[in-house]
């Protein structure tokens, strides 16, 4: 049944209450006449009246009641359409399934009072729903409840959550395909790429055994492209875009400063392996060895291949031609043979910009703007503030002094060129002057290597002990319970010795005697299988010569 045909059976229901003290044509009876005893036939007249009132109001309303659901059905499909309908599919939106039940209690009361207007019955006015009939059709109007989910066992909960970290683990790994993708492309989309360093952290804290397995993977294949790219010389074997930025991302991702890691431990090797290996021919290696010294900084571990890599740099950037034994080292470590004056700065410059890494790594390498005099003040900014990095990190080496004073020189040379902007110089002369501290406190903590101040300790001599009267076995030990027990000892030994005598004597006893019953069985058991046999060959042959009678017959 629908609710509207409940609705019109409760009006009904509620007409007829209200209606039961009234009838048709009482309304101007005096009340002496409806006081008055009635006969039998007024009785049945009176009922039989009010039966077709009944009957006729009933059909009146269920008349109504199909014009009503007529309309409804016309106005369903711009309903279907409204958005507090389509509201009502998502949860928790009561202020949409509120708006929709106020909007159908209104068209329902506007419709009920446009036919309360029309029905008329003797003139009488009917009276307006009360607030139990609202109520009762706004109850009809409400969702119906739903059952809600059951309790599931811990099996299932486990399942769940299996069959969702199998979900993203695949994803995660089609979102990091899109990451190198986007970061192999030129240009370089960098917002999105950032927006997709967000999701990719936080799902690599849920599944950081997958997240591991993908990075030693691309590492690999990065080792082995880096291995076969140093061979050919033609091209440059400094890791590109996509590289730089999926070792920026585990980075970002894993922690860089711990001891042994199954991922960082491998790309910190790669990274010292491409400062190591590489050759600088372009100011565009030393922006992106920059890059990895800086990258190399946040392990706080030592890294002598980014110390090495910041002198060279440094190196580049001085005027002087002459060569130093320390600094053909640098060209055998760095598999250079002759390193250019990359960074020198010939000419003025108005204003050192920061150096945007992105934008230098989508030029391409015979740029011109890698030859500027800006590019090489910012490179040298950019150099110098990773030094310091450096100088803050390893000032508690004991080799400190060893690693920082040959920069210690370049600084001062570089800083005493002609045409390097004020700027660069304070900020060259604030970092020598912090590794000239850090070696002087040094230099004041170690002490130079001296002979032991106390005396040696002599060792000690025992003058020897001689016995008069001395008898060979006698013990002349004064302590004599210790001689008593060494005595004790002596006996000991002295008995176990007799006592495993006397039981190999009775081993070998017991043996023989053993051997003697045994020989004696042997023999019994021969003359009793020889007379055994003897008896048998007579039996045999008595039995073929005949004196059995048996066998054959004797000639005559």
């Given at each position: 049944?629908?609710?509207?045909?409940?609705?019109?059976?409760?009006?009904e229901?509620?007409?007829?209450?209200?209606?039961?003290?009234?009838?048709?044509?009482?309304?101007?009876a005096?009340?002496?006449?409806e006081?008055?005893?009635?006969?039998?036939?007024?009785?049945m007249e009176?009922?039989?009246?009010?039966?077709?009132?009944?009957?006729?109001?009933?059909?009146?309303?269920?008349?109504?009641?199909?014009n009503?659901?007529?309309?409804?059905d016309?106005?369903?499909t711009?309903?279907?359409?409204?958005e507090?309908?389509?509201?009502?599919?998502?949860?928790?939106?009561?202020?949409?399934?509120?708006?929709?039940?106020?909007?159908?209690?209104?068209?329902?009361?506007?419709?009920?009072?446009?036919?309360?207007?029309t029905?008329?019955?003797?003139?009488?006015?009917q009276?307006?729903?009360?607030?139990?009939?609202?109520?009762?059709k706004?109850?009809?109007?409400?969702?119906?409840?739903?059952?809600?989910?059951?309790?599931?066992?811990?099996?299932?909960?486990?399942?769940e959550e299996?069959?969702?970290?199998?979900?993203?683990?695949?994803?995660?790994?089609?979102?990091?395909q899109?990451?190198?993708?986007?970061a192999?492309?030129?240009?370089?989309?960098v917002?999105?790429?950032n927006?997709?360093?967000?999701?990719?952290?936080?799902?690599?804290?849920?599944?950081?055994?997958?997240?591991?397995?993908?990075?030693?993977?691309?590492?690999?294949a990065?080792?082995?492209?880096?291995?076969?790219?140093?061979?050919?010389?033609?091209?440059?074997?400094?890791?590109?875009?996509?590289?730089?930025?999926?070792?920026?991302?585990?980075?970002m991702?894993?922690?860089?400063?711990?001891?042994?890691?199954?991922?960082?431990?491998?790309?910190?090797?790669?990274?010292?392996?491409?400062?190591?290996?590489?050759?600088?021919?372009?100011?565009?290696?030393?922006?992106?060895?920059?890059f990895?010294c800086?990258?190399l900084?946040?392990?706080?571990?030592?890294?002598?291949?980014?110390?090495i890599?910041l002198?060279?740099?440094?190196?580049?950037?001085?005027?002087?031609?002459?060569?130093?034994?320390?600094?053909s080292?640098?060209?055998?470590l760095?598999?250079?043979?002759?390193?250019?004056?990359?960074?020198?700065i010939?000419?003025?410059?108005?204003?050192?910009s920061?150096?945007?890494f992105?934008k230098?790594?989508?030029?391409?390498?015979?740029s011109?703007?890698?030859?500027?005099?800006?590019?090489?003040?910012?490179?040298?900014?950019a150099?110098?503030?990773?030094?310091?990095?450096?100088?803050?990190?390893?000032e508690?080496?004991?080799s400190?002094p060893?690693?920082?004073?040959p920069?210690?020189?370049?600084?001062n040379?570089?800083?005493?060129?002609?045409?390097?902007?004020?700027?660069?110089?304070?900020?060259?002369?604030?970092?020598?002057?912090?590794?000239?501290?850090?070696?002087?406190e040094?230099?004041?903590?170690?002490?130079?290597?001296?002979?032991?101040?106390?005396?040696?300790v002599?060792?000690?001599?025992?003058?020897?002990?001689?016995?008069?009267?001395?008898?060979?076995?006698?013990?002349?030990?004064?302590?004599?319970?210790?001689?008593?027990?060494?005595?004790?000892k002596k006996?000991?030994?002295?008995?176990?010795k007799?006592?495993?005598?006397?039981?190999?004597?009775?081993?070998?006893?017991?043996?023989?005697?053993?051997?003697?019953?045994?020989?004696?069985?042997?023999?019994?058991?021969?003359?009793?299988y020889?007379?055994?046999?003897?008896?048998?060959?007579?039996?045999?042959?008595?039995?073929?010569?005949g004196?059995?009678?048996?066998g054959?017959?004797?000639?005559?």
């Amino acid at each position: 049944m629908l609710p509207d045909d409940i609705d019109a059976e409760t009006d009904e229901k509620l007409d007829l209450v209200q209606r039961s003290m009234q009838i048709p044509g009482e309304t101007s009876a005096d009340d002496g006449e409806e006081n008055r005893h009635k006969s039998k036939k007024e009785v049945m007249e009176e009922i039989i009246s009010k039966s077709k009132f009944y009957k006729a109001q009933k059909a009146k309303d269920k008349e109504e009641n199909e014009n009503l659901v007529e309309e409804l059905d016309k106005d369903f499909t711009s309903l279907i359409h409204s958005e507090a309908l389509l509201s009502l599919t998502e949860p928790n939106k009561m202020n949409a399934l509120k708006a929709l039940v106020n909007k159908s209690i209104s068209n329902d009361q506007s419709n009920k009072d446009q036919m309360s207007a029309t029905r008329t019955m003797d003139n009488s006015v009917q009276e307006k729903p009360d607030d139990y009939d609202k109520l009762v059709k706004q109850m009809g109007l409400e969702m119906r409840a739903r059952p809600s989910d059951r309790t599931k066992t811990p099996e299932e909960i486990a399942q769940e959550e299996k069959e969702r970290l199998e979900q993203l683990e695949v994803f995660y790994g089609v979102l990091l395909q899109y990451f190198a993708v986007l970061a192999n492309k030129e240009p370089l989309n960098v917002e999105l790429l950032n927006m997709l360093v967000k999701p990719l952290i936080e799902m690599s804290k849920e599944i950081p055994y997958f997240a591991a397995i993908c990075a030693r993977r691309r590492i690999e294949a990065t080792r082995k492209q880096f291995i076969e790219s140093i061979k050919q010389s033609e091209s440059s074997s400094w890791p590109s875009s996509k590289t730089l930025c999926l070792l920026r991302l585990w980075s970002m991702i894993f922690p860089c400063s711990d001891f042994r890691h199954p991922v960082m431990t491998p790309v910190i090797l790669l990274m010292c392996e491409y400062l190591m290996r590489c050759p600088i021919v372009s100011g565009r290696d030393i922006a992106i060895g920059s890059f990895l010294c800086s990258m190399l900084l946040s392990s706080r571990k030592f890294c002598p291949e980014a110390i090495i890599f910041l002198r060279t740099s440094l190196l580049a950037a001085t005027e002087s031609k002459h060569v130093s034994d320390e600094d053909s080292q640098l060209y055998h470590l760095m598999e250079l043979k002759a390193l250019k004056p990359l960074l020198c700065i010939h000419e003025t410059v108005n204003e050192i910009s920061p150096l945007n890494f992105f934008k230098i790594i989508d030029m391409p390498e015979d740029s011109s703007f890698f030859t500027s005099v800006s590019f090489r003040a910012s490179v040298l900014v950019a150099v110098v503030e990773t030094l310091q990095g450096y100088v803050n990190v390893y000032e508690g080496l004991s080799s400190f002094p060893e690693m920082f004073l040959p920069i210690f020189k370049l600084l001062n040379e570089i800083a005493e060129q002609k045409n390097m902007p004020n700027a660069l110089r304070d900020k060259i002369k604030d970092v020598a002057e912090l590794i000239k501290l850090k070696v002087d406190e040094h230099h004041t903590l170690r002490r130079p290597l001296q002979m032991r101040k106390q005396k040696p300790v002599p060792i000690k001599l025992l003058n020897p002990k001689f016995e008069e009267n001395y008898v060979k076995g006698r013990d002349y030990d004064p302590d004599r319970e210790q001689a008593e027990l060494r005595k004790l000892k002596k006996q000991l030994k002295c008995e176990a010795k007799g006592a495993a005598r006397e039981l190999r004597k009775d081993n070998y006893f017991l043996l023989e005697v053993k051997e003697k019953e045994r020989s004696l069985q042997e023999k019994d058991r021969a003359e009793k299988y020889g007379r055994a046999k003897a008896f048998l060959q007579e039996q045999e042959h008595a039995f073929k010569s005949g004196q059995l009678g048996k066998g054959r017959k004797r000639r005559r």
